[in-house]
């Protein structure tokens, strides 16, 4: 099995401290939520997935065991599967039990080693399919391989709300994207988090173990590392507010005390109180997210979710 490269300019390391640096100067401070998911931040990320107050990927799991035959039949006979992310083979292996005659299922993921494992095991798993792990970044519209059975249609799997770390107006240009991917007659299956009580979702990110917690504050640790900065950890605070006013939880370092530090010769100041914005996640309503949708050029087809309404998959057609 050989992995399609996307062609990437300039250094991780580089585009990471641009990035930082950029964030940091802004007057609400920012860094991009896409650089938590280091090696540590993604073990997190895995421990916070199976967290009591974590509500969304045991969700999602329950919708698509009870409902994978129904979204198999939606997405269509002799497809090929590009899964955006590379990291759900659970719910990709339960789609894949039922989809009749795909032709071909293609991971997309920025990090090689993720890529790779996966792809491994759906190709183990799944002798008959042809695998095809395409390197590159997903927000970007994609150029599918070479298929050697040529699917009937294509059809994005873009599980687990991650859409909901967009903001909207990314996400829809991601949507956008998708639909250009696919092509007319293409469609896609995404997972989105819903509008629910406002402590079921606050809880769900500030955890009583402090998972989540240590999962922002990582970040912090992953600048010191590798950019070689200076951040004292202990001066930092999670804390995520629910946004009313735009429907999402905030994600927030906050500083308890003045202090400057030092990131690759760069002084940054903080006041006692001041935040970093580490996150958003956008928690729809299934009219919102369909209107979304629609000024991308999708339609939202159908849409299945749990007794509660706490969380949808949903299936959007070009
Ligand atoms: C990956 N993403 C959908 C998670 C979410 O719920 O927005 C990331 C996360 N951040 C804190 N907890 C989980």
């Not at 429907?247 to 970093?276: C, H, W």
Request: charged share 20%; aromatic share 8%.
């Amino acid at each position: 099995m050989s992995i399609a490269l996307t062609p990437f300019t300039g250094s991780a390391a580089a585009r990471f401290l641009h990035d930082v640096r950029a964030g940091l100067r802004q007057p609400q401070k920012r860094l991009p939520c896409k650089y938590l998911y280091d090696q540590r931040g993604s073990e997190l990320f895995d421990q916070i997935c199976d967290l009591d107050e974590y509500y969304p990927t045991r969700t999602e799991l329950a919708i698509t065991r009870r409902y994978a035959g129904e979204i198999a039949d939606q997405i269509g006979a002799g497809a090929a599967l590009v899964e955006y992310g590379s990291g759900s083979s659970v719910k990709t292996r339960l789609l894949l039990d039922e989809l009749s005659d795909a032709r071909a299922y293609v991971p997309v993921d920025i990090s090689r080693e993720h890529l790779a494992s996966a792809a491994g095991r759906i190709a183990t798993a799944y002798p008959s399919l042809d695998v095809l792990p395409v390197c590159a970044d997903f927000t970007q519209e994609l150029v599918l391989p070479v298929f050697p059975r040529q699917p009937t249609h294509s059809a994005v799997y873009f599980p687990g709300s991650t859409i909901g770390n967009f903001p909207p107006s990314a996400a829809q240009e991601l949507l956008r994207s998708i639909r250009g991917t696919v092509g007319v007659g293409g469609g896609a299956i995404l997972g989105i988090d819903l509008q629910k009580p406002v402590e079921v979702v606050t809880a769900a990110y500030n955890d009583a173990e402090g998972v989540t917690a240590a999962f922002n504050l990582n970040l912090l640790e992953r600048i010191n590392r590798e950019l070689g900065a200076d951040f004292c950890v202990d001066d930092f605070e999670h804390r995520a507010d629910y946004n009313a006013k735009h429907g999402r939880i905030d994600m927030l370092l906050v500083a308890q005390r003045d202090q400057v530090v030092e990131i690759a010769g760069e002084q940054v100041e903080f006041q006692a109180g001041e935040t970093i914005h580490t996150e958003h996640s956008h928690k729809y309503t299934l009219d919102g997210f369909a209107e979304l949708a629609a000024e991308a050029g999708l339609t939202m087809h159908k849409a299945w979710t749990d007794a509660k309404r706490w969380f949808a998959v949903v299936h959007l057609v070009a």
